[in-house]
């Protein structure tokens, strides 16, 4: 039985294979079933193949959102202890002769450093006076200074144009 290619042997209700009474008589012969050899039986055996259609389409969500920021400034004091050194210095007068070997070098006397200052005089003989002795202490103490800063928060809002998607109440705030 010669078939169209667009039939394809499928029946067109269901999509299953069309078997014919004389192609089932042709399959029975040499079969052992004898006593049904005159009568004709159809059987329908289904088929089932399954097809996905994929696609897209646009949706409107809404006409946009509009942002809106702002910068506030505020003043604010900040009074945080801070670290100074200061040097006293204290000049000692000493106007004594110093030997060859003798010869004073900067010490320490607890918090104060001692800074020998020699000059040399023209005598019938050289000789090395002490003159003076500079004492410098250091203190430390702490002072306060306050100064003054602007600090900026912004703050944002959002608005939709959709009267779909309700307003949002929140601002984000952030310093």
């Given at each position: 039985?010669?078939?169209?290619?667009?039939?394809?042997g499928l029946?067109?209700?269901?999509?299953?294979?069309?078997?014919?009474?004389d192609?089932l008589?042709?399959?029975?012969?040499?079969?052992?079933?004898?006593?049904l050899q005159?009568?004709?039986?159809?059987?329908?055996?289904?088929?089932?193949r399954e097809?996905?259609?994929?696609?897209?389409r646009a949706?409107?969500?809404?006409?946009?959102v509009?942002?809106?920021k702002?910068?506030?400034?505020?003043?604010?004091?900040?009074d945080?202890?801070?670290?100074?050194?200061?040097?006293?210095?204290?000049r000692v007068?000493i106007?004594?002769?110093?030997?060859?070997q003798?010869?004073p070098?900067?010490?320490y006397?607890?918090?104060?450093m001692?800074?020998?200052?020699l000059?040399?005089?023209l005598?019938?003989e050289k000789?090395t006076?002490l003159?003076?002795?500079?004492?410098?202490?250091?203190?430390r103490r702490?002072?306060?200074?306050?100064q003054?800063?602007?600090?900026?928060?912004?703050?944002?809002s959002?608005?939709?144009?959709?009267?779909?998607?309700?307003?949002?109440?929140?601002?984000?705030?952030?310093?």
């Amino acid at each position: 039985m010669a078939r169209s290619s667009k039939d394809q042997g499928l029946d067109k209700q269901n999509q299953q294979p069309r078997v014919s009474a004389d192609e089932l008589e042709s399959q029975g012969e040499g079969g052992s079933d004898a006593g049904l050899q005159g009568v004709h039986q159809q059987t329908v055996i289904p088929i089932i193949r399954e097809e996905l259609a994929v696609g897209k389409r646009a949706i409107e969500t809404g006409k946009g959102v509009r942002v809106t920021k702002t910068v506030l400034e505020r003043e604010q004091i900040v009074d945080e202890p801070l670290a100074r050194e200061e040097a006293f210095i204290e000049r000692v007068n000493i106007n004594e002769m110093i030997a060859g070997q003798d010869m004073p070098t900067i010490r320490y006397e607890g918090e104060t450093m001692v800074v020998p200052i020699l000059e040399e005089v023209l005598v019938t003989e050289k000789r090395t006076i002490l003159k003076e002795e500079v004492r410098i202490t250091r203190k430390r103490r702490e002072v306060r200074e306050p100064q003054q800063f602007v600090l900026r928060t912004d703050q944002v809002s959002a608005e939709h144009f959709d009267a779909s998607v309700a307003p949002s109440a929140k601002t984000g705030e952030q310093d």
